[in-house]
């Protein structure tokens, strides 16, 4: 009896080692991924290598520091940098001041006392640095430059998705190996939600002279890379989904409150006075949207309505408010995930592309403003909308309307997801007899008027 119990104390032992070591195993990996949690925050599985690139390149050295060309590459493919622009900061690793800047300046100069004679453009030890307005003198401008920190996305515009300045920098190391890189980045792109990694050495970036017979090449490079995360951006999203369609008469509307009713008692009604009031579309400083009032209380909403049943294809109307009467939103992107945009045979109003994150699905596509037509989406009011239809063929192996497949899946609106009503309100699809007459109903009576007009 002695030998049995002595076997179940080593058991019992042993087995409490064991759940203590699952125990801190399992402690382990909860702590790795709160560790890990902002990263996958930032991870976009429709754009999963969007980023925005800050890449300095030492172009000149001079007698106490460098010239360089700081270029912001916009590699997102949906997500632009909208008005007011974009704004960078770092902080210096020494005591560089900036001597003189082209295509940018900095918002504060800081304390330059300690210098005589030439005063530099800024001597904080945190510069903040903002792009120069349209229109500025011709000596103030460098390439890419001067379209008021507006930077366009990747996918939409990519002539248009690079931004850049000259530096001067003074007070610094006059060698690759006596400069130290700048830290700590921060880019507000124009609000919160970009992440910037630390400046990592990186090849001389290789330029071809005008005539393209020539190489030359930087004295030194390195590259900041930021990311977007979109709930470091805001802890409500920005956007809403609202569903119709032409076999039943119900429409699913936003949410309520789906992008948190914060605003809901500085909000203006569409028919007040207020709305039509002088300077009600005057944006202010810090940005702050003054929304119209609705149920949602969204800035934008995106309406998908189901229109027609052809034979072989199908019809969707798509329509996008803007209810914030502060802000135009200009070169937008919306993006949705569908699978039936494998099939997209016709965008009538708006531009498309086809985005392809999985080689293997084609379930993604971008549509945006047609230049100098629709890119621009007006405050909220009259103009505050645009809309398009889209004609798509039908894949008879997979098309139906049951079950909710005829709307999206995901919608993206510049980039930030939109909140989608939840499955059980989609407009339901009538009993089969229902819908087999509604889609003879739909054919017949285009067929009947053409017989009339004989």
Not at 261 to 279: D, F, P
Not at 374 to 399: C, H, I, R, W, Y
Request: charged content about 15%.
């Amino acid at each position: 009896m002695e030998s049995d119990h002595s076997i179940f104390e080593a058991t019992s032992y042993q087995q409490s080692g064991q759940c203590n070591s699952l125990l801190k195993f399992m402690h382990g990996l909860f702590v790795l991924f709160l560790i890990m949690l902002p990263s996958a925050a930032a991870y976009d599985p429709l754009d999963p290598t969007g980023n925005i690139t800050i890449k300095w390149d030492v172009v000149s050295w001079t007698a106490d520091g460098y010239v360089a060309t700081v270029t912001m590459s916009n590699f997102q493919l949906y997500r632009p940098i909208m008005s007011p622009g974009w704004t960078l900061a770092w902080t210096w690793a020494k005591k560089e001041v900036i001597w003189s800047m082209v295509g940018a300046q900095t918002t504060e100069q800081g304390d330059c006392s300690k210098f005589k004679g030439n005063v530099p453009h800024c001597c904080k030890k945190t510069p903040t640095v903002v792009d120069l307005l349209p229109g500025v003198p011709y000596n103030q401008q460098f390439t890419n430059c001067c379209k008021g920190g507006v930077v366009g996305s990747w996918g939409q515009d990519p002539e248009g998705s690079v931004s850049a300045f000259q530096v001067s920098v003074g007070v610094a190391g006059t060698s690759n190996k006596t400069v130290k890189l700048p830290k700590d980045f921060v880019l507000l792109g124009p609000g919160l939600g970009y992440t910037c990694g630390p400046a990592k050495v990186v090849p001389s970036t290789i330029f071809l002279t005008p005539d393209r017979r020539r190489k030359t090449q930087a004295l030194m490079t390195w590259n900041v890379t930021c990311t977007y995360s979109q709930f470091l951006a805001s802890k409500n999203p920005s956007c809403c989904v609202s569903f119709s369609s032409f076999y039943n008469d119900s429409i699913t509307p936003c949410p309520s409150c789906a992008c948190g009713c914060q605003n809901k008692n500085n909000c203006v009604m569409s028919n007040s006075k207020q709305a039509h009031k002088k300077g009600v579309n005057t944006p202010t400083k810090d940005n702050t949207p003054l929304l119209q009032c609705t149920h949602h209380m969204c800035p934008i909403r995106v309406h998908w309505h189901v229109k027609i049943n052809y034979k072989d294809y199908w019809r969707v109307k798509i329509a996008v408010t803007n209810f914030n009467y502060r802000r135009n939103y200009t070169q937008w992107t919306l993006v949705a995930q569908h699978p039936n945009l494998n099939n997209v045979t016709q965008v009538f109003s708006f531009d498309y592309k086809p985005l392809v994150p999985y080689e293997s699905i084609n379930d993604t596509g971008m549509f945006y403003g047609m230049k100098y037509y629709n890119d621009l989406l007006m405050e909220a009011g009259p103009q505050g909308n645009v809309q398009s239809e889209v004609l798509l063929q039908k894949n008879k192996e997979t098309f139906t309307f049951k079950q909710g497949w005829a709307f999206p899946r995901k919608v993206y609106f510049n980039g930030d997801e939109c909140l989608l009503p939840p499955p059980d309100k989609y407009p339901f699809l009538p009993s089969s007899a229902h819908a087999s007459s509604m889609a003879i109903l739909t054919v017949a009576v285009p067929l009947l008027l053409v017989m009339l007009l004989i």
